[in-house]
């Protein structure tokens, strides 16, 4: 059974800093793309943040978390990372992962194989 499980979220001021981790399960790590995305309150919508695979590497694609947000990943873990600095109350959201069956990244919400139950990240001015 596929598994992918958020962790790290919680409520910070502006400026400051989180680390969020998502443990996956249930495939052969290496073989899936995984993105981070986000949803925003009152939004539909999921944000794609940023993806790594083992054909892309590390692709960014919220150009609003460019040089504050870093994603990596620790396969031996089978666990990928999103350091989050510099939060804005902008960045308050819901923020999950997925995973997608191929070696290339997707940073679109529909093409998503699996997804955690979310963690969220509030951010206060």
């Known amino acids: 059974e596929v598994q992918l499980v958020e962790s790290g979220g919680g409520s910070v001021q502006a400026g400051g800093s989180l680390r969020l981790s998502c443990a996956t399960s249930?495939?052969?790590?290496?073989?899936?793309?995984i993105a981070w995305f986000r949803q925003a309150p009152g939004d539909p919508r999921r944000e794609g943040v940023s993806?790594?695979?083992?054909?892309?590497?590390?692709?960014p694609y919220a150009d609003s978390v460019k040089g504050r947000f870093t994603m990596s990943a620790d396969s031996s873990k089978n666990t990928v990372y999103l350091q989050m600095t510099d939060l804005k109350p902008d960045d308050t959201a819901v923020y999950y992962c997925?995973?997608?069956?191929?070696?290339?990244?997707?940073?679109?919400?529909?093409?998503?194989?699996?997804w955690g139950q979310g963690t969220q990240v509030t951010v206060s001015s």
């Open positions: 249930g495939f052969i790590f290496d073989d899936y793309s």
């Open positions: 993806c790594i695979s083992s054909r892309n590497g590390v692709v």
């Open positions: 997925g995973a997608l069956d191929t070696y290339y990244c997707s940073g679109y919400e529909a093409g998503m194989d699996y």
